[in-house]
């Protein structure tokens, strides 16, 4: 990192970004490390269990377009600033009141999700600041900023163990203060016209556009894959081999960092290879990853060896797609950017969901973990149909690699 992108943007706003970022999805993924903890005081069955951690993800989904929205009508800075004292304030009422239902538990987890939106307030508040030639490494920095859910899988299993579920909330609301007032003393809207999007942007892109939904299915795969088996595998590692929720947070917390670290990889792997290459290599090895879990072959160790992979294979496709997207969206990159990022959301919300019926009704997650393996193998085979169309239409102009 030379020099000159410290001179070209504003390093302020750029590391408040990166703390709101990751303390947001830190929280925004809370719910998944202690779900066992909290089903076994809340009774709840694995399909409710499931229900609980998948909630957050669709909030988070959906919510970010409505962020995204107000973002560009009053500023990223007051929207981060409005959407972390909600937050705060639903963890601090969770604390002090109490999670005493499921009921409650999923309003908690609607709430969690402005957490899981603060993707449409940290990346444009950020982007904004800096040049085209060093928007890779802003976004980079202020991206990285999804590391936040390997602090929740670390470190909320075994606070939970010591001082109780509940307290859990209040300690997390702590470092969110601190970030709060770091947000609000640093950071800086960049003096650059802002369009204003509405809903009806977000329709023109699709209607009639083949090439968004694929996006957003391939989005789905990816990212939702991620974030899905983020949120589903403390409970599955504790159902299947029965690790105590500090253990199964532990083993998570390595896949879950597999996957964040692969993400700019990903990218530049895309930039060399091409991204829809990049994206069969993923999509295949997942396929094979995934229905290898599903045998049940190996024990404990060999099982988080495969999600540790699968989930670095995942990360790289999340940076593939988005290798891609300014290619085909140049001009409509920020409508793009909000319907895949809630896209993902979605898929993630129904691996989670899904995993959870499928062990509550069959007492056993194979069918689930088949069901997404022929996905992933599905949409490798859609690629082999659209890369060639995207090369001959939209990449000839420009010197990328498709």
């Known amino acids: 990192m030379n020099r000159s992108f410290w001179k070209a943007g504003h390093a302020p706003t750029l590391l408040s970004a990166f703390l709101y970022f990751d303390l947001s999805f830190m929280v925004w993924y809370l719910l998944g490390p202690m779900q066992v903890q909290i089903a076994q005081a809340l009774a709840l069955d694995t399909q409710q269990r499931a229900l609980m951690v998948a909630v957050p993800i669709l909030c988070g989904a959906v919510l970010r377009l409505f962020l995204g929205l107000l973002a560009d009508r009053i500023g990223a800075k007051r929207t981060g600033v409005l959407a972390q004292i909600v937050v705060i304030a639903a963890l601090l009422a969770a604390w ?3 999670v005493h239902s499921l009921g409650q538990a999923l309003l908690l987890g609607v709430m969690l999700g402005v957490a899981g939106a603060s993707f449409a307030v940290a990346l444009p508040l950020a982007s904004r600041w800096y040049p085209p030639e060093h928007q890779g490494t802003a976004m980079g920095i202020a991206g990285a900023g999804n590391s936040g859910t390997v602090l929740a899988a670390l470190f ?3 606070l939970a163990a010591a001082f109780g579920f509940q307290n859990v909330f209040g300690l997390a609301a702590i470092p969110l203060l601190l970030v709060l007032a770091i947000f609000v003393a640093c950071a800086k809207d960049a003096p650059v016209p802002v369009p204003r999007k509405t809903l009806g942007d977000y329709a023109r892109v699709l209607v009639g556009n083949r090439d968004s939904w694929w996006f957003m299915f391939f989005y789905a795969i990816t990212f939702g894959g991620f974030v899905g088996f983020a949120s589903a595998l403390p409970g599955y590692f504790h159902d299947q081999f029965g ?3 500090k253990l199964a947070g532990w083993a998570t917390a390595a896949c879950v960092l597999a996957g964040s670290v692969m993400r700019p990889v990903g990218g530049v792997i895309a930039d060399r290879i091409g991204g829809t290459r990049t994206l069969q290599m993923v999509y295949a ?4 990853l995934v229905a290898t879990a599903a045998l049940g072959i190996g ?7 495969l999600f540790v992979a699968t989930l670095l294979c995942l990360g790289a496709g999340n940076g593939a797609v988005f290798q891609l997207v300014p290619q085909r969206f140049g001009a409509e990159i920020g409508l793009m950017t909000g319907l895949i990022g809630m896209a993902g959301g979605v898929g ?3 691996l989670a969901a ?4 499928v062990k509550q009704n069959l007492g056993s997650y194979a069918l689930g973990l088949w069901l997404f393996a022929g996905v992933t193998l599905a949409a490798s085979l859609c690629l082999v149909g659209v890369k060639q169309r995207w090369r001959l239409h939209w990449a000839a102009a420009g010197e990328v690699r498709v």
Not at 299 to 305: I, K, L, P
Request: aromatic fraction near 8%.
């Open 96 to 98: 002090r009141l109490g």
């Open 156 to 158: 909320a299993p075994a």
């Open 243 to 245: 690790f105590e929720p």
């Open 285 to 288: 090895a997942v396929t094979v």
């Open 299 to 305: 024990g404990a160790a060999a099982t988080v060896a």
């Open 348 to 350: 993630g919300f129904l």
């Open 354 to 357: 899904g995993l959870g019926v």
